[in-house]
């Protein structure tokens, strides 16, 4: 081995805390480490959470680290929330953490969101976590596209997740590229995620040269474009008593206003179809104008999206009483 390569070799495993290694190649090829270099590796294991590491550095290099600096560490990590150096760093230095102050920073874990390390505190003290502080991390996690974590502070505050944040999740995921977690976060909220933001996170997928995410995004796009095209608009007519217990209540205001022909106020012969569901191009809306014509007689009409809470579309169209033409305006 070069030099400069054992340098390298020697460098990584100092980086990733294993000074031990790191001491016995710098014996095997004759590269030295120096004494104030290995101190400062200690250093920095310790500034990231990595008492053991430290603490079997040192004892390889042969520098010693007073457990009163060890215990120091503690209430750095603590203030940090950083639970797992805490646990690592309580069991090596014999120092027992108070359990106000485990409790304090369960808590504190959980409200930022951070499930895991919330729980591993609150377990330590054998103390199970308040409900609202789950579901707070769970919301917290879910805004952030974690869904799996979201999904699990639910379930451990016994609660199911509410169909928004589960959207809110899902719509993160896919903005972040994740296009996993983001179907099955629609899915667990019953809906289904356009084929716009499903062909936007696929885009991204490949951009960051990830290609199967981008292949999953893109299958899930194409599938929702057939199901789509596989249902088409059925349209059936109905009556104004039939749908009238249904229909949203701001909806009920709605209706022929003015005969644009002969200026006619009154007297409109109405009728109501309902469709399926909405159409969703501009080949799909003249598709149904033809089938309304068609099928209906039916040419000028006003379609409604959302009365019903679902889907589906209410088709209101007008027949003037005093001139029978068709071209009615609808308002509230
Ligand atoms: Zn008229």
């Not at 959207?167 to 994740?178: A, E, F, P, Q, W």
């Not at 084929?195 to 299958?219: I, P, Q, S």
């Not at 596989?230 to 349209?235: D, L, Q, S």
């Not at 040419?299 to 068709?326: M, P, T, W």
Request: charged fraction near 35%; include cysteine; glycine fraction near 8%.
């Amino acid at each position: 081995m070069s030099d400069e390569k054992a340098i390298g070799y020697i460098k990584r495993h100092l980086e990733s805390g294993r000074m031990a290694e790191a001491i016995e190649i710098s014996k095997l090829t004759g590269v030295p480490v120096s004494k104030e270099e290995l101190k400062s590796y200690l250093h920095q294991y310790l500034e990231k959470g990595w008492m053991a590491k430290a603490k079997e550095g040192s004892k390889a290099a042969g520098i010693e680290l007073k457990n009163e600096v060890l215990a120091g560490y503690i209430d750095k990590y603590l203030a940090d929330g950083r639970i797992y150096s805490v646990i690592e760093a309580s069991k090596i230095t014999g120092t027992p953490i108070p359990k106000e102050r485990l409790v304090a920073i369960g808590r504190e874990c959980l409200l930022k969101g951070k499930l895991n390390p919330g729980l591993e505190a609150y377990a330590l003290v054998e103390e199970t976590p308040p409900e609202e502080e789950l579901i707070t991390c769970g919301k917290k996690c879910f805004e952030e596209g974690q869904l799996y974590l979201g999904l699990e502070a639910y379930k451990k505050a016994n609660m199911s997740p509410p169909e928004e944040e589960l959207i809110t999740c899902g719509d993160r995921c896919l903005s972040n590229g994740s296009p996993a977690p983001g179907i099955e976060a629609y899915k667990k909220a019953n809906k289904t995620p356009t084929r716009e933001m499903l062909r936007a996170c696929g885009e991204k997928c490949l951009l960051e040269r990830r290609t199967d995410e981008a292949r999953t995004a893109f299958v899930a796009a194409q599938k929702i474009e057939e199901t789509v095209k596989a249902r088409p608009i059925e349209i059936r007519e109905t009556s104004f008593q039939e749908i009238s217990g249904e229909i949203e209540e701001s909806w009920k205001g709605i209706g022929p206003k003015a005969c644009l022909k002969c200026k006619n106020e009154s007297g409109f012969k109405e009728r109501y179809f309902i469709l399926s569901r909405c159409p969703e191009n501009r080949e799909e809306e003249e598709q149904l104008e033809e089938l309304m014509k068609k099928r209906h007689g039916v040419e000028h009409y006003y379609i409604a999206v959302d009365v019903f809470g679902d889907d589906r579309g209410l088709i209101n169209s007008a027949v003037c009483g005093k001139c029978g033409s068709q071209d009615v305006f609808f308002d509230f």
